[in-house]
């Protein structure tokens, strides 16, 4: 279960440095050394090799992506932005990629693409859990059925004139959100 310590390059330095809000994309891979450590201690070990304190970051697990061969774990550090009423709707945080292998682990700046793909996620996660559910989400690829949501926070409907319409379902009592009824 040992894990080299991972150089960092002068970018994340400099955005680790900075404590702007991060969002943190971490590829475990099955024949990691440390595949096999429970998944709330992910976001600990993580932290570690990017020698941020996991409690002065306020590291936040948002999402979990398990597939056959690769979990990807999203969290978030000095986000304190974060509303969770809202969301569902895409950020544009900036993505920090840890990707741990077999042999090789590496830390990177994640390119615009990527960043994209990962707050995309992040927000569809909170999209398709609904109102009732609370990070970390938790998203299983490994069996034979596609993930099903029986109460997401939007509903989407072909309109006569074949365009797609999305309304998002009023959220509970007490909530932030501004706009409950369309986005």
């Known amino acids: 279960m040992s894990l ?10 400099d955005m680790l440095r900075d404590q702007k809000p991060t969002r943190v994309a ?4 099955r024949k990691s050394p440390i595949y096999s450590i429970p ?27 398990k597939w056959d061969r690769l979990t990807i774990f999203a969290f978030d550090l000095w986000y304190d932005g974060y509303d969770w ?8 945080l900036p993505v920090l990629h840890i990707d741990y292998g077999k042999r090789y682990s590496s830390v990177k700046v994640g390119s615009q693409k990527f960043r994209d ?10 999209e398709c859990h609904g109102w009732d559910a609370t990070p970390p989400y938790f998203q299983d690829q490994t069996g034979p059925k596609v993930p099903t949501y029986m109460n997401p926070r939007c509903m989407t409907y072909e309109k006569e004139d074949g365009t797609i319409e999305r309304m998002v379902k009023t959220p ?12």
Request: proline share 7%.
């Open 26 to 29: 971490v590829f475990l891979r």
């Open 4 to 13: 080299q310590q991972i150089p960092l390059d002068e970018y994340v330095t």
């Open 85 to 92: 009423a809202t969301a569902h709707h895409q950020v544009d």
């Open 172 to 183: 509970p009592p007490g909530s932030s959100n501004a706009n409950p009824s369309a986005t």
């Open 39 to 65: 998944n709330n201690e992910v976001v600990a070990t993580a932290c570690s090799t990017l020698a941020v304190d996991p409690i002065e970051s306020r590291a936040k697990l948002m999402t979990i992506w």
């Open 117 to 126: 793909e990962v707050n995309r996620f992040v927000a569809k996660q909170h």
